[in-house]
């Protein structure tokens, strides 16, 4: 699928801390899925302190991105297919 910064984003929260984008998603989004560091979205490996929160609001996918040297931003990326292979994974307690 290629680069993130390629894709069609909105920005969320920006300069924010893994635990503020993982509450963010747990408060605004009821459904959403925990994943470990390094784990694939969008064919690019997410860093960050787990649990890492994917969020989901219809065909948009809700993520923390580190970008080096310029922080982590919340970001919101509408895809379909990559909203349904994520959302086909587990769904584990969170907190």
């Known amino acids: 699928m ?3 910064e390629s894709l069609p984003y909105e920005i ?3 300069g924010s801390s893994f635990r503020e984008c993982r509450d963010y998603i747990y408060e605004h989004y009821p459904e959403h899925r925990d994943v470990p560091p390094g784990f694939k979205i969008f064919d690019t490996h997410i860093i960050g302190v787990p649990p890492i929160a994917i969020g989901f609001d219809g065909d948009y996918v809700i993520f923390p991105f ?3 040297c310029h922080g982590t931003f919340l970001l919101r990326i ?6 349904a292979r994520l959302r086909a994974l587990p769904v584990k307690p969170s907190r």
């Not at 509408?78 to 909203?83: D, S, V």
């Open 2 to 4: 290629g680069c993130i």
């Open 12 to 14: 969320i929260l920006r």
């Open 66 to 68: 580190t970008k080096p």
């Open 78 to 83: 509408q895809n379909r297919e990559e909203a």
